[in-house]
DNA sequence: ATTCGGCACTTATACATACAAGTTCACCAG
DNA sequence: CTGGTGAACTTGTATGTATAAGTGCCGAAT
């Protein structure tokens, strides 16, 4: 199983300071470099490796904002523990993610229908009121398990390439990755709500019980919206966790909702 | 009020890098820098800012890593939209939190123990079983209402200053800080669960409600844990968002909980 | 024995340079 | 008018160099 996101054949074709950032994940997640240890100094990767310092430090550095090496002037860099961040894909996509963890993902289409965006969703995707968008609703399973509800809103230009697709055979993601769609940066708000009626028959849970709730606005590289979704998540099969340093500055934030 | 870590005096003591990263964040968030504008080449930054590339590099790469950033190779920066992240004192502190949002952050301190750490917590903390550890209990509050509580474990070296502190008059967090605590990073859970009888009535809403819950493990820069946190915030109030893209790896992971 | 200074080593910062690779746009041929 | 070519500009990557600053250790002086 390979938690990056390039298979090992195509790693050689990556510039130098992302081959060397996966080969240093690599190394720590097989334990050559152990947890608590410390690792080369910036001279000997270099030597090893035959580069410059530049990017040897490119490497580090996306290592340390992640949390997974410390260590500072002076200080040989350590490994502060396991390497607990996942490519973008691997986040962004259920079924990736379910493989990573060696479950079967599942999955069962309610709905996939074309018709006026939700408020909620419009508003999002900068539709116009009572524009026509395309929705879908699924039920996700870990081994079997129902895990997770997903009501997801795509803009007509990508949600189209839906109706080509059967959405109970896989990953939404990788297919419309597949089909050229940019999906490249999202922005993920998290917080909690009691389950609907629906919500908790679909769950096999009681009306009422906490769900964690993820919604997330998916844009293309330029910012354009293009999907929105509302995913519930069983919280006693799945959290999130995130890392936070002084340097780095939190890409986490508070927000108060008025 | 000041977004951010360092108050405009101090700004000539940071790198260069730093410096910049700090002007370029005014900028956006004064509006010089529209959303969706796109902003100077980086040739031109060297020239007005009277550096090499490297410095500018390192703090554009900063804002691209929040998200405020977006654009690539041929094509100009362009901001994206309101700065959304948080310094890490802003993100750690309650009380800095509440004031750079313009509401009064309160306190009331139910308890303030010296205890066998819980099982939970001890653990967390490589604490030995039965080991002794400083407990604090808080109901927080934003301009007069309830909205959250906190259940917090200090270790003993840490705790003990504590007891010279009155705990109902602000930030635990700046307070340690002040007394050369070393807490530079920590790693925050966030799942949802159900409010108890307890956690009701302090929050007046009725038992079961369902609750955002951050668990949060503070450490040192060294890596040696120094506080466990059990924060419970009222979802209608509060949320975490974070910003996530496929160059920069995703610092939020999703978990599966056995 | 202890303390203090300084050396050797490390990482952090900064600059100059070169080339690769992608975007934009004007211009020209058809 | 259309479509393609290429120049000019942009950012990405990589190297080399120099200096500052922090850490740890050893040895000399006290």
């Known amino acids: 199983m390979n938690l990056y996101d390039q298979p090992m054949d195509d790693v050689v074709n ?3 300071h992302q081959r060397l950032s996966h ?3 690599q190394r720590i997640t097989e334990g050559i470099w152990a947890p608590g ?5 910036e001279a000997e990767l270099c030597r090893e490796f035959g580069t410059s310092r530049g990017p ?7 290592l340390r904002s ?3 090496v410390i260590g500072g002037r002076g200080r040989p860099p350590m490994v502060r523990g396991q390497v607990q961040s996942q490519s973008f894909s691997t986040f ?3 079924t990736e993610w379910a493989q990573t963890l060696g479950k079967v993902p599942g999955q069962h289409t309610l709905e996939v229908a074309r018709r006026a965006a939700s408020p909620a969703a419009a508003a ?5 009121d009572g524009a026509q968008a395309v929705e879908v609703f699924r039920v996700r399973f870990l081994d079997g398990t129902p895990a997770m509800i997903e009501r997801t809103t795509f803009i007509p230009d990508v949600g189209r390439l839906l109706f080509d697709f059967d959405t109970d055979s896989g990953s939404i993601f990788a297919y419309l990755k ?15 709500v009691a389950a609907t009626d629906r919500d908790a028959e679909l769950l096999h849970q009681e009306p009422g019980t906490p769900l964690l709730r993820e919604r997330r606005l998916t844009s293309t590289a330029g910012g354009h919206p293009v999907e929105y979704s509302d995913d519930r998540y069983l919280p006693s099969l799945t959290n999130f966790t995130i890392e936070n340093n002084a340097q780095h500055r939190a890409n986490l934030v508070r927000i108060h909702t008025a």
Chains 1, 2 share one sequence.
Request: proline share 5%; hydrophobic share 45%; no cysteine.
């Open 14 to 16: 990556l510039p130098l």
């Open 23 to 25: 080969e240093f994940r």
């Open 37 to 41: 240890s410390q690792l080369p100094s």
């Open 56 to 62: 040897v430090r490119q490497a580090l550095a996306a």
């Open 66 to 68: 992640e949390g997974a």
């Open 92 to 94: 962004m996509s259920f």
């Open 124 to 128: 999002q995707l900068m539709l116009d």
């Open 178 to 192: 597949r089909h050229g769609a940019d999906l490249s940066s999202a922005r993920h708000t998290i917080d909690a």
